[in-house]
Each structure stands twice: as C-alpha cells, then as structure tokens.
C-alpha cells in the first residue's frame, strides 16, 4: 500500500478530543507481530500472536467507516521494521494550531518518529520535536485550555514540565497512572463537553475527583472493559464516535448519553494493546 499525500491544504488545528474529525494520519498493520513485549496486554497473547490477514481487513474497515464519515485519512506506509507502527497517536499530538513530534520511549519505535518528520518535510508542515524524553501521544488528552497528561512508564514529569513551559496558556494537569496502564488514552477519554469515560482503578485518586468535578457525566468502565481497551473509542464529532462491538454493556450506556456509536470489529489489534484512539493522529478537528 503506498502512502497517500494530502488532497488538500493542511491547517493544523486541535482544540479537543470530540470537535469533528476533518483529517487524520494512520498506518496499516501489514508487518504486525508481537516480538518484544512492551506491555502486559502484549504479553497475555504472546503465543498466540497476531493473525496479520485479519488485523489488515479490521483495520480496512477502521479506514473506510472514516472516509464514509467524511473524515480525509492519510495512509501512511508499512515498514517492515516497524511492527507497531499501526498505533500513529503516539508518534505526535496536535494542540491548538502546533504539532508535537512525541519523544518515544522503546528504541523499536524511535524510527515511527522519522516517518512522520519526513511526510511533514515533504507537506511543508511545520512541526515542534521534543527532545524532553519520554513523552507519548497516548498520554496527551486534550479539552481546550486543559491538558491532561498521564505519568506512565512512556511519559515522564520531565516532559511534562516542558510542555507547561512551552504552553502556558493551558492548564496541564499531570495524571499518575496505575504502573500496568500503558498509556492515559488506555484508562480516560473525553467525548464531549461534559462527558468522559473512565477506568477509576488505573488512575491516581486526587486527579480522579478533580475529573469527576470537571465532567458532568463520567462513564465508568469495568476491569474486563478496560482489558479490551474501552475507553480507547475515537470521536469523530457531533457526538459520534467509533467503539468494539465487544464492549456491549459500554456501547449502550453510550448511547443511552446520546451518542451514535460505530461498532467496527478491532479484535486482532488491540492483542497489541491500542484501539481505534491509538490508531489514529488527528491534523485536523474544527
């Protein structure tokens, strides 16, 4: 598959996690495969690995419930050294108009970083490289002037002091995460406005109150919706979003909040530990 350039001129702009999706990057799983475990979901299908076939046609149609939506998804293409390369948030994140080239922690990873460097050189698009390590797309959630920004084996404070310093008109709130949660974006996702789900369990229990004092409607996931990624829905705007059919009990307490919710079928990714958030880098919401 080759990589896609833009149809259009890029206006970098993020303000949330729920605006309506407009553009966005991904990478298709065709070189997939666990090899070194990098974190406890990994290790648990280890042996049984991944099935590369079914993980390129769920991924498929990730894409292609996107652009149904009218969202322009930009492919990039697979490099066989890169077996993770599916999980694009990570590499960067978008706030306000500035995008962010993350500071991955795995050595494995680092070469995602020079991907994205290389399509933005080639798009023009201008772009900050953090050299503050380690940093982490997963653990950067975004509503408007608040930051939230998880305290993971990926994320250290030193980074996060960086971002207040080059930010200060937003308000970061460091989230210290559980030490078996891999990313903030595998525990806590805001949807809306007033709406956010949450594993209570994976996430320090001061910034839990402050959360629950911040979102009018905090839904709460269970331990079994937590392992098959829950939280990790993407909102694709106007309060629809993109969820596992696996998570039933979820979904219809989401749309019993009155979002539409897009069942797309995702199981053999998420034996990597992402779904559809960490597979995908917003450009552009507005």
């Known amino acids: 598959m080759k990589q896609r350039n833009t149809t259009q001129n890029t206006k970098i702009i993020c303000h949330n996690e729920y605006n309506p999706l407009k553009q966005v990057i991904v990478a298709p799983p065709k070189y997939m495969e666990i090899k070194d475990v990098i974190n406890t979901t990994q290790r648990h299908y280890l042996e049984e690995n991944i099935d590369t076939d079914i993980a390129l046609e769920q991924h498929q149609q990730f894409v292609h419930t ?3 939506e009218g969202v322009e998804v930009i492919q990039f293409e ?7 390369q599916v999980f694009t948030r990570d590499i960067g994140f978008t706030i306000g108009e500035e995008l962010f080239i993350a500071s991955l922690k795995k050595d494995l990873r680092k070469p995602e970083e020079l991907v994205l460097k290389e399509w933005l050189n080639e798009q023009r698009i201008p772009y900050q490289d953090i050299k503050v390590a380690p940093i982490e797309g997963g653990d950067v959630i975004i509503d408007n002037n608040k930051i939230w920004v998880g305290v993971s084996d990926r ?3 030193r980074a996060i002091h ?23 974006d595998c525990t806590f996702n805001i949807i809306s406005e007033d709406t956010a789900i949450i594993f209570r369990q994976g996430i320090d229990k001061e ?15 269970t331990v079994e919706e937590q392992f098959t990624m829950g939280p990790n829905v993407l909102s694709i705007g106007n309060k629809k979003l993109i969820s596992l059919p696996e998570n039933k009990r979820l979904n219809d307490v989401l749309r019993q909040h009155g979002f539409q919710v897009l069942e797309v079928e995702f199981s053999e990714i998420i034996k990597s530990g992402g779904s559809f958030r960490c597979c995908s880098l917003p450009l552009v919401r507005e």
């Open 66 to 68: 996107l652009e149904t």
């Open 78 to 84: 697979a490099r066989k050294a890169l077996n993770e």
């Open 155 to 157: 994320t250290s404070l």
């Open 162 to 184: 960086f971002l207040k310093e080059t930010l200060p008109a937003y308000e970061i709130i460091p989230v210290r995460l559980r030490q078996d949660i891999l990313h903030l």
């Open 207 to 221: 910034v839990y109150k402050k959360i629950k004092k911040t979102y009018q409607n905090l839904i709460e996931v």
